[in-house]
């Protein structure tokens, strides 16, 4: 008797540089088959991208016989919407900085703790609420034109849903609604009165939906998930337990954990962000990782290997060189005009090896900081998942666990914000209270060396913080 045919789910990550989907058994969480397309460089792009981007990735039969698809987006972007539903300007991305001012003028105006206690989260340049400030200040004609302001994930499904009969207005989830600074995710409730500070007037937001909630189908029958932010959505692909906090290093960094229930930090490095399983997902994010890596190694003539070579080739703590790598500014901190910082430097460290080291070191360092404000929070911390494209190199896992202080565990490289969005897919299709148990599988798992040698890069590497704050 030939085998019953597989119920198969999908799952979309529309990410900063490209649009990637799985298409996965729904019961084993499988990957049968994929596509992907890039998305155009920069830090402002017009959301049509994100679709063509989609068609692209989508080609060639990848959704045939998909029963349901859901969508994992990059945080915190703003698309703007006129009454018609029609795009207002090209949308701003997370990692656009230019509402740096405007984020400063919103926490002196609420306050700090008042930010914290009302959002979990005080707003810094890109968060969705300081985009909207900005919009205000400086082009008012099209802040005029707005109707509506949703997210990259919202936006997506949208489209996806006008394919069929289902789409009356955008949907999206508590996990990246929680990253507008305007949404309360204790309460679940959208916060009118934020929308007036900062944008002088309320606009329509997307319908929150629960976490296995459906938001359609298309033509074709295939139901439409609520999606999440890709933070929210990596947590659930990874099937996280209690003790793991992840540490992605991708285009930025970021370190989160799942939590039962919501986390409050006064300093605001790290954002009370609401997960895709109904939960809590306490975030710290930076907007330096893998790049610093890539600068380095243009720096040194080299390549990505080659910068491993180098680096492994160096003692513990380079030496004494001690990068800060705000490359592109730098969102935890709250430095979004800084710029990177080598100190330590005498004429016996500065070689080669040593500068890629402290790359690693640096760029890791930083992260290591986020893993210790969750610990500072109650968040307990036993092992620590390391994904994201840095998280191959060799260099970075002979780093690591000597950084963190736990057991360092690498699961096999996957497309995890796609998974989760998959997972989820699964999820609105079984109607069951919990999420299908998916196998993740991990490739490695690296112990911390006794030496104490970590203490040292990472105190030297505080100091330098500190002086530069100071300046």
Not at 381 to 388: A, E, F, P, T, W
């Amino acid at each position: 008797m030939p085998d019953a045919p597989r119920t198969l789910v999908a799952g979309v990550d529309s990410s900063t540089q490209s649009t990637k989907v799985v298409v996965c058994d729904r019961a084993t969480g499988e990957i049968v088959r994929s596509g992907r397309a890039p998305h155009p460089d920069g830090t402002e792009v017009h959301p049509d991208r994100w679709w063509e981007a989609f068609g692209a990735a989508t080609t060639d039969g990848l959704l045939d016989g998909v029963a349901a698809i859901s969508v994992g987006g990059q945080q915190h972007g703003m698309v703007a919407l006129d009454e018609s539903g029609e795009i207002v300007r090209d949308a701003l991305l997370w990692n656009d900085t230019r509402s740096a001012q405007a984020s400063r003028d919103l926490v002196d105006e609420l306050g700090s703790a008042a930010w914290v206690d009302r959002t979990g989260s005080v707003p810094v340049p890109s968060f969705t609420v300081t985009k909207v400030r900005w919009l205000a200040e400086h082009e008012p004609e099209n802040a005029q034109r707005v109707a509506q302001v949703v997210l990259p994930h919202d936006w997506l499904t949208g489209q996806i849903l006008k394919q069929g009969n289902a789409f009356e207005r955008h949907v999206t989830d508590r996990g990246d609604a929680s990253g507008t600074g305007y949404f309360s995710p204790a309460d679940g409730t959208y916060l009118p009165d934020i929308q007036r500070l900062a944008f002088g007037r309320e606009f329509g937001t997307p319908r929150v939906l629960g976490p296995s909630e459906p938001a359609g189908s298309t033509d074709g029958g295939m139901v439409v998930g609520p999606g999440t932010g890709d933070n929210a959505g990596a947590a659930l692909g990874l099937g996280l337990r209690h003790g793991d906090v992840v540490v992605s290093l991708g285009t930025s960094g970021a370190v989160f954990a799942d939590h039962s229930v919501p986390v409050k930090d006064p300093s605001g490095d790290v954002a009370g962000f609401a997960s895709a399983s109904g939960g809590h997902l306490p975030l710290m994010c930076t907007l330096n990782a893998a790049r610093v890596l890539t600068a380095a190694a243009q720096l040194l003539g080299t390549d990505l290997a080659g910068l491993d070579q180098l680096a492994l080739a160096a003692e513990p703590g380079a030496g004494g060189l001690t990068l800060l790598p705000y490359l592109d500014g730098e969102r935890t901190p709250n430095l979004p005009e800084a710029t990177g910082t080598l100190g330590g430097m005498t004429r016996a460290n500065t070689t080669p090896e040593n500068l890629a080291r402290a790359a690693v070191e640096g760029m890791l360092a930083n992260l290591v900081a986020g893993v210790d404000d969750l610990r500072d929070l109650g968040i307990p911390v036993d092992r620590v998942l390391l994904i994201g494209g840095a998280s191959a190199s060799a260099a970075v896992r002979a780093v690591a666990p000597g950084l963190f202080g736990v057991p360092v565990a690498i699961p096999e490289p996957g497309e995890y914000v796609g998974l989760g969005a998959a997972r989820q897919a699964a999820w609105v299709l079984s109607g069951e209270q919990q999420p299908p148990s998916w196998p993740v599988r991990i490739e490695t798992t690296l112990d911390p060396p006794a030496d104490g040698r970590g203490a040292e890069v990472l105190a030297r590497y505080a100091a330098l913080l500190s002086a530069v704050h100071q300046h």
